[in-house]
């Protein structure tokens, strides 16, 4: 399977005892896993990646072309990272899946695509009611459910999902996970990574890899 | 009808300060502790005036260009210092961003205002210049140092936000535009507030000073009307100004919020 997302060395001194060096690479239509005890770094490696936090070494490369040649907005939109506790902005659901597709960068190479919005409603269990409802009022779980449909509708390359299951429950984690593995499969050349401490998470992936971030010093 | 003005004798400037009296009374009598600065206030306000009396008599007399820039690009770095205190929320010293933001709104409307409304004969007569230039900065001061404290409490309160439109691709204009436009109104709120109530519930001081000075209010209203439309214009423009220069230096040169912001 071919790479398409390869750091190495990548490095980040998160505290004086400790630091994160880590190298890998994401290959196409499989999900990297990340695993480590809290406080790692794995939110940290995730934003890394995001280019939300600036390395102290290493490189990084997207199908062999350095990362920094990309602009830092058309980078976040292919490697797209989506935070254990996703932003729910002021406004309906509807208001929120909007908001990415009135940024210039996004609305000068797609649009909202409403068929696969309303796959993925239904696939994730959120209705039309909940979508028209205030979003500020959404229960957790709902909140990370309309997080990764709005990412998903973005069509990143690589989709960076920081503990999406932590506030569901074991049925609707397995959508989820489900939604991920076909969105991978529907199209080539998507990729993704996973951050999640459940167990249960790896039995409902059928093409993963890991990478296991150490606690304390890995500098 | 005839205009004139009423002189104020020495010993009438000297009977005001009995009015001094008044106010440290309701301090003795509260226990506020406010004598000394009163004292102290009502001594520096009357050597500042005398002073910048004797110093405006001169700029007058003189009246030369190349000594009145120098004079108000002061004006503008003292305007700009105190801003720059009035704003507590910035990560670094705001004053020389103040100064810039500052001094461009106040010359480019200063110079409309003189130059195309007033026409003085030369344009840069220190009596007219003097005055409009202090005025624009006295009102921007407040304005931009408003607007930099908003802006700097919307992103410290919002940097979640700010980010997740970063990794939805936005540059970092469109993650903080929305928050730089509150800033800004927030500068520009009190010029509006004066615009609408000015001559319901006040007179401004300007317009008070020309009638007491013995013009005919219908000319001390159409001046008042350019100073303050003249202020709205500068305090907008100052406003904007710093807020365009100040929001980049929230970000790194990869675009991403500085970690100095984030853990603000």
Known sequence: ??????????????????????????????????????????????????????????????????????????????????????????????????????????????????????????????????????????????????????????????????????????????????????????????????????????????AFTVLEILSGDEG | MDYSYIPISNSQLAFSVGLVLLAGMVSAFLKLGLLPSLFWGTCRAFLQLTLIGYVLAYLFIINHFLLLLPIILLMCYIAAREAGKRITKSPHNPTFISFIA?????????????????????????????????????????????????????VYGKADQIEALLTFGATPWEAVRDLVKNAVAAGMTPTINSLMVVGLVSLPGMMTGQILAGMDPQMAVRYQFVVMIMIAAAVALGCFMIVAFSFKKLFTGDMALKETVRKN
């Open chain 2, 102 to 154: 500052l001094s461009s709104s106040t010359f480019l409307v200063g110079t409309i205002v003189v130059v195309l409304i007033i026409s003085p004969s030369p344009w840069y007569t220190a009596q007219v210049l003097i005055p409009i230039f202090g005025m624009i900065l006295g009102n921007s001061m407040n304005g931009i140092a408003l607007s930099l404290d908003r802006m700097y409490s919307e």
């Open chain 1, 1 to 206: 399977m071919a790479d398409l997302l390869e750091f190495k060395n990548l490095t980040k001194v998160i505290n004086p005892h400790h630091s994160l060096r880590v190298s890998g690479r994401v290959q196409e239509g499989k999900i990297l896993m990340v695993r480590g005890p809290s406080g790692s770094g794995k939110s940290t490696f995730l934003r890394l990646l995001a280019r939300l936090i600036p390395p102290d070494g290493g490189k990084v490369f997207f199908q062999g072309q350095d990362w920094m040649q990309i602009p830092a907005p058309k980078w976040r939109i292919m490697v797209h990272y989506v935070p254990q506790k996703p932003v729910i902005f002021a406004g309906t659901g509807a208001d929120n899946l909007h908001i990415p597709f009135a940024l210039k960068t996004v609305r000068e190479k797609k649009s909202l695509d409403y068929n696969k919005l309303e796959h993925y409603c239904e696939a994730l269990s959120i209705s039309s009611e909940t979508i028209a409802r205030e979003a500020q009022t959404l229960s957790g779980g709902e909140g990370s459910r309309l997080a990764v449909i709005r990412a998903l509708l973005l069509e990143p390359r690589i989709l960076m999902l920081d503990e999406p299951t932590a506030h569901l429950d074991s049925r609707t984690k397995k959508k989820v996970l489900q939604v991920l593995v076909e969105w991978l499969e529907t199209e080539p050349g998507r990729g993704a990574i996973l951050v999640s401490h459940s167990e249960e998470d790896i039995e409902d992936i059928p």
